[in-house]
């Protein structure tokens, strides 16, 4: 049984699209026939996402909307349903095309005789290795549902992180175009006709008055042209930041910038941890699990530092003291791992270590962004300062301009 789009007109002649499970076009055909549609397009899923090159280009879903599965499948399979029959409630259940589809092909897979997370894999954009690791850990411990309730937790957790970060950053964003958009109104559209007042009198202007001057007539006269250099050169520096010599040498000594630096380890080794704990707790064995959660890391450099300590393990050492080695990673993360090496409570102290570094990014992150806002006002203040003083200073000498 395979899954299909299609897209038919109803009786009052309007389009609906969906997805629905069959052996074949055909029968697709006839099941929206007997529901009154007339069908217009049917395709199969599966042959739409079967290939290497197609799979390239295969949709992606959002982090929310993976929560939300994920929780559904825990739900349904620790009520006891098969993994097919999982899929197909949840497919039903779900608004979202994109997504039933998706759910209905990989259904498809399971019922062929492919494992859960093999099937998974002709989606891999939807749903990361991590995931497909995770699961395949559960089916093979036969675990599943309780592999899938910690997966659940960790992808609305994970979601809910992002939602904070983006909410913090929201009002700063504002504040930060307004600011612009409020100065650059001033300086071209109010600063020159009330400055010209003075202008006219001949006699010489303060120097802020002239420089507030000069640059309100650079931006009038140069302003376009300013705005597409900066674009072009942030395309640039994507371009060059694209090559992976260079990306490496940037994300090494972005971690030596003090504010940056700071905030990329700890979202970095706080993602390390949190991946790697929900792996090995899963059953999947260590080296792979520092192999995966390498890939979830956003610095290439400290990717390259886990690369080799992942290659020390693999050699017999001990994962506190390659991590050691590896640097970047808080002492306080090296002893606690340290500690449940020697205790044979590895999962437990990788979870607490997780939940550690959890914390301690997010304090870091609320307290940084909790600076922006009082930055962006005195930034946005001192602007307006500066262009009051620049056309006040004239008026206050006004008796010294006439005379």
Request: charged share 15%.
């Amino acid at each position: 049984m395979s899954a299909f789009d299609y897209v038919a007109l109803d009786e009052a002649g309007r389009k609906k699209k969906g997805a629905l499970e069959a052996d074949s076009a055909r029968q697709i055909r006839q099941q929206l026939r007997d529901k009154g549609l007339t069908p217009l397009f049917v395709n199969e899923n599966s042959k739409q996402n079967g290939s290497s090159s197609s799979r390239w280009f295969s949709p992606r879903i959002s982090t929310a909307n993976l929560a939300l599965i994920t929780r559904q499948l825990a739900t349904l399979i620790q009520a006891g349903l098969p993994v097919d029959e999982a899929l197909a409630t949840v497919a039903q259940q779900s608004e979202i095309l994109k997504i039933r589809s998706m759910l209905f092909a990989v259904r498809g897979k399971v019922l062929s005789g492919h494992s859960f997370a093999e099937s998974l894999g002709e989606f891999p954009r939807a749903f990361p290795v991590l995931y497909r690791a995770t699961i395949a850990a559960g089916e093979q411990s036969g675990f599943l549902d309780k592999v899938l309730v910690r997966l659940a937790d960790y992808t609305e957790a994970s979601q809910a992180s992002r939602q904070q970060v983006m909410m913090a950053l929201f009002y700063p964003i504002i504040l930060l175009l307004m600011s612009v958009l409020i100065v650059t109104g001033l300086m071209v559209y109010v600063v020159p006709d009330v400055v010209q007042v003075f202008v006219d009198t001949g006699h010489t202007l303060p120097l802020l008055t002239r420089a507030l001057m000069a640059l309100s007539g650079f931006i009038s006269d140069y302003g376009l042209i300013m705005l597409a250099l900066i674009c072009l050169s942030f395309l640039v520096i994507a371009y060059i930041n694209s090559i992976p010599r260079i990306k490496l040498n940037v994300h090494r000594l972005l971690l030596d910038v003090p504010i940056l630096g700071r905030f990329s380890r700890n979202v970095n080794t706080a993602r390390f941890a949190s991946t790697l704990s929900i792996l090995t707790a899963s059953g999947v064995p260590l080296v792979e699990a520092m192999k995966i959660a390498r890939q979830v890391l956003t610095n290439r450099w400290i990717q390259n530092r886990v690369h080799k300590a992942t290659q020390n393990v693999t050699e017999g050492e001990s994962l506190h003291k390659a991590l050691q080695q590896a640097g970047y990673f808080p002492p306080m993360m090296i002893h606690m791992i340290a500690s449940g090496e020697a205790s044979g409570e590895l999962d437990s102290m990788l979870e607490r270590v997780a939940n550690s570094q959890e914390r301690d990014a997010q304090n870091f992150i609320t307290i940084t962004l909790g600076l922006v806002e009082p930055i962006m006002l005195l930034f946005m203040g001192g602007c307006v300062l500066l262009i009051v003083l620049a056309i006040l200073l004239p008026i206050l000498n006004i008796n010294q301009l006439v005379g």
